[in-house]
């Protein structure tokens, strides 16, 4: 519908933008350019189709020790230069902060990552749909149990970004992404049960429609029948799917930013052994593999592969620009933001380094424990100040090294401090997650259940 | 680009309305909308003992929807020139494919429709320095209300936007709706670690929200309840009875039975509340509503976002499932009106139903003797958010203030957790209602990725038999 602008022409309009800067004035501009599309199916037709351009600039200026910000969602001149005097209007309110300003250039060189497909601007919609219809198509003849599809979607980005600074930074970057994901409901004497598959990848060939439609039907049906299980202490295997949830909140808790602020439980524990001897946590954006893997940050720095946990023993915290001055160190080029906020610190694609084992070998070291393969409510029941750790859940109890009968409607707590050190066991089976954290299987020594 | 005014804020003319909606239905579509959007926005933080930052917001564009029969296609453009709007209408048509029908003219008829909801002081009005200020005293008064309050963060918002909506029924309407949002979120440090307390308040009004609402009072609020989280026990485990705080429960009735109420879900039986209207679904004494016209609340617009007025939906009356709620496209379907429940979070987003102010009604029980009545169980002062897996029923949501029953008196406060329930058992489960009403916190409900601001409210109630998502035994 419009004219796609290619990265260059985002940087040059970054640039020009960064040319109005004032004597003794920083600027930093963000513009971003993203264009979606998404098809859902629904009853064997196109439920609905979107096609959708978003663009965007922000604008940080610094002078005299303040920061002011602001950002419009298109790419007009006018509105770009309206923005660059809300900023420095928004700026004199600020309280000074001698750690305020954009990033420097350091010297290290953007990794060489191949994330943007050309195969994917130009797919066809067509093929785009029928995947859809294809997926749900699938999943419904997965099984005879699977009674109906709550959805079935297939959606892509291909989106470019441009970073541009009076201080010399010049950041482009560019990725396309793909996703398949599927919601089932099986049924069976009038009890209904649900469960996802999904897939993911660069372009439409990496997708597996198969795999997708297969998992959801799986999740679903082998909840069927699943009983509320009594209250107690067990030990608890995490599935992939549940673990990186789990991770991306540690992951979170690790962040510069929140650790000066006071709001890290970890804060002050730089050396202290904080989870298991084999827990070895990384978070690695130059990884090809993560789904949120990116070869610059949000200031437009080089991203690095940081270890957070080496071998239980806290090593790092992660830093922009600005929390690595207030911290005396230099940023590990983990700004994150979009282009409607300045950048804070925190983690982008951490995984833990697997162990050995597969899920089942794991499975049947335990005699009488809980596969928790869903939660809900980490939002709500998980306190990443306290570590207050409370989720609902559901899974399938393990009953001598078997899978037994599902379970639902119930809860696993504990805290976060406390499970990091639980952890018994790491599987093979790391899988990345569109999500900023890669799963693996975690065997937890004791979770409180809370059932009947 | 036409000025704002008091009434039906017009932004695009009829006559480029019109030709773009003719462009859409050029082929054949059997419905097509034009949805204009203009949202400003500000935003200031205190932080770690400074104003960190102010963030202004500016969002402009249309969202252009086309149906064919069972698809709808949709297509988005921030060019508010005739030329991008057609060519946005055009990718909407060609996504949803219409099959070469003749032109037919849309001709629009202005609805004068429902005001805005009054607003006497424009946020835009009042200058950065009194937003500021508000921000300082308020992290002040958390500061001093005790030595162990060690972090505060303030944050102020207010969002002026202005839609508009055009479809080929010939609706022609707008609205202007005004936000202001006010936080504070606390953490004190003790022996056995840190906690968190947070309050905030958010209304559909200007400024004058801060003639009502005192910042330090609320600010005090959001400190105390950390500094009473450093002395909580852990959260008891297993199930027990349950009395949630006026206020309060907002959450769990938009958990355990709102969501499942939404007309879209049920058509595709991804509701535990599909095929039961006129069915008893909950404890008699339950009179659920959802009501988008509650004057300055966080749920209120004059329209939603297809241009239909807000109204007041009866959802249960006294046990019995009355009706769901609807937009546009499902109520066309099934022959009958959209109840107002269209909304989406931006021109950017296609629109799908949604709650607005979801609150339940009083009951005539006493909320000290409901508490009194108690033998052993925990009280929710306030809750967190909360999800529900509308087929299944089953629901959760969290606590960020609460405190053990024990022999009918409240007694030790209890760390955050979550809590587990089953949306139709709970609606049963309900056997006490007090006449205490108070609406809750202000809140975003996601679905589908999209946000939007909902309100709820109850009065103090009590479920006999709910999970509580504890450690100890």
């Known amino acids: 519908m419009e004219r796609r602008p290619e990265v260059g022409e985002l940087l040059d309009l970054a640039e020009s933008v960064v040319g109005l800067a004032v004597a003794g004035e920083q600027l930093e501009v963000v513009v971003v350019h993203e264009r979606e599309t998404e098809a859902r199916a629904y009853g064997g037709e196109v439920e609905s189709l979107t096609v959708a351009e978003s663009r965007g600039v922000g604008v940080r200026v610094v002078s005299g020790n303040q920061q002011g910000f602001a950002y419009t969602g298109t790419l007009d001149r006018d509105a770009v230069e309206e923005a660059l005097a809300e900023a420095r209007d928004n700026m004199s309110f600020a309280t000074p902060d001698e750690y305020c300003g954009v990033a420097e250039p350091d010297g290290v060189a953007p990794a060489d990552l191949d994330l943007y497909s050309l195969a994917l601007p130009g797919h066809p919609t067509d093929d785009k749909v029928a995947m859809a219809l294809e ?117 979170g808790t690790l962040s510069g930013e929140m650790v000066q602020k006071g709001r890290s439980l970890f804060a002050e524990r730089l050396g202290d052994n904080v989870a298991a001897p084999g827990v070895t946590l990384i978070d690695d954006p130059t990884d090809m593999c993560a789904f949120t893997a990116s070869a610059t940050d949000g200031e437009g720095l080089a991203t690095r592969r940081n270890v957070l946990i080496d071998g239980g023993r806290l090593d790092r915290f992660v830093h922009n620009s600005q929390t690595a001055r207030r911290a005396g160190t230099v940023s590990t080029g983990s700004a994150v933001r979009g282009y409607s906020s300045t950048p804070g610190a925190g983690v982008r694609a951490v995984s833990v380094v697997p162990g050995t084992l597969s899920q089942a070998d794991l499975v049947a070291g335990i005699d009488d424990g809980i596969l928790i393969q869903g939660v809900s409510g980490l939002h709500s029941g998980v306190n990443p100040v306290s570590g207050d750790f409370s989720t609902g859940a559901e899974g399938i109890r393990i009953r001598g090294g078997q899978l037994a009968e599902p379970v639902r409607e119930f809860t696993i707590a504990s805290t976060i401090q406390r499970m990091l050190l639980d952890i018994e066991a790491i599987g093979c089976d790391l899988q990345w997650l569109p999500m900023k954290a890669a799963g693996v299987t975690l065997v937890i020594g004791e979770l409180t259940i809370s059932g009947t | 680009m036409h000025a704002d005014n008091d009434g039906a804020p017009l932004m695009l003319s009829p006559d480029v309305l019109s030709e773009t909606l003719t462009t859409a239905t050029g082929t054949g579509a059997e419905f097509a909308e034009v949805f204009v959007e203009d949202r400003r926005s500000i935003s200031a933080l205190f932080d770690d003992g400074r104003v960190e930052e102010l963030t202004s917001g500016r969002d402009r564009g249309a969202g252009l929807r086309v149906v064919v029969g069972d698809t709808t296609g949709f297509a988005h453009t921030a060019d508010l020139s005739p030329s991008g709007l057609t060519a946005a209408a055009e990718a909407a048509a060609a996504a949803a494919r219409g099959g070469g029908g003749g032109i037919c003219r849309v001709v629009l008829d202005q609805h004068t429709g429902p005001t805005p909801g009054p607003v006497e002081i424009m946020p835009g009005d009042v200058s950065k320095a009194r937003k500021v ?234 909320p000290d003797e409901i508490i009194a009545d108690t033998t052993h169980g925990v009280y929710v002062a306030q809750l967190g958010g909360g999800q529900v897996n509308t087929a299944t029923g089953d629901f959760v949501f969290g606590m960020t203030e609460a405190y053990m029953i024990e022999d009918g008196r409240l007694t030790n406060p209890i760390r955050d957790g979550n809590l587990i329930g089953n949306g139709p058992q709970t609606l049963l489960d309900i056997d006490a209602i007090a006449g205490d009403f108070a609406m809750g916190s202000p809140g975003t409900c996601g679905k589908d990725g999209q946000g939007v601001p909902v309100g709820d409210g109850t009065p103090t109630l009590r479920v006999t038999r709910l999970t509580v998502g504890g450690t100890a035994a």
């Open chain 2, 133 to 366: 200020a508000l921000l300082e005293r308020a992290d002040s008064a958390a500061r001093a209300s005790d030595g162990a309050v060690t972090q505060v963060a303030v944050r102020y918002a207010d969002s002026h936007r202005r839609i508009q909506v055009a479809n080929s029924d010939g609706l022609l309407t707008g609205d202007r709706q005004v936000r202001t949002l006010f936080s504070v979120s606390c953490v004190a440090s003790g022996d056995m670690g840190m906690q968190t307390g947070r309050e905030s308040i958010g209304h559909t009004l200007g400024f004058e929200v801060f003639d009502e609402v005192d910042v330090e009072d609320l600010a005090r609020r959001a400190a105390g309840r950390a500094l009473l989280k450093l002395e909580a026990v852990p959260a008891p485990s297993g199930e027990m009875p349950v009395v949630i705080g006026p206020g309060g429960g907002g959450v769990l009735f938009h958990e355990a039975c709102g969501h499942g109420l939404e007309a879209d879900l049920v058509a595709k039986s991804a509701s535990v509340f599909a095929g039961r209207r006129g069915e008893v679904v909950a404890a008699p004494i339950v009179t659920l509503v959802d009501d988008g016209t509650m004057p300055g609340e966080w749920g209120r617009y004059a329209i939603d976002d297809e241009g239909r007025p807000a109204q007041r939906n009866v959802l249960i009356d006294e046990g019995v499932l009355t009706d769901y709620m609807w937009d546009h496209l499902r109520a066309r379907r099934e022959g009958r009106a959209s109840s107002g429940n269209g909304r989406r979070q931006g021109y950017r987003h296609l629109p799908m139903v949604r709650m607005t102010n979801t609150y339940l009604g009083v009951g005539d029980s006493d």
């Open chain 1, 135 to 251: 997926l749900e198509r699938l999943t419904l003849s997965a099984d005879e149990r699977i009674i109906g599809i709550e959805s079935a979607e297939y959606s892509d980005s291909v989106s470019e970004a441009a970073v541009a600074t009076t201080t010399g930074i010049r950041s482009t970057s560019r990725e396309t992404g793909c996703f398949l994901s599927v919601y089932a409901l099986a049924g069976q004497h009038g009890e209904t049960q649900t469960g996802f598959g999904f897939s993911l990848g660069r372009e439409p060939g990496d997708l597996d429609i198969e795999i997708a439609s297969r998992e959801a039907a799986e999740r679903a049906t082998r909840m069927l029948g699943a009983v509320k299980p009594p209250s107690g202490r067990l030990t608890v295997v995490l599935d992939p799917w549940v673990s990186a949830q789990f991770l991306g909140i540690v992951g």
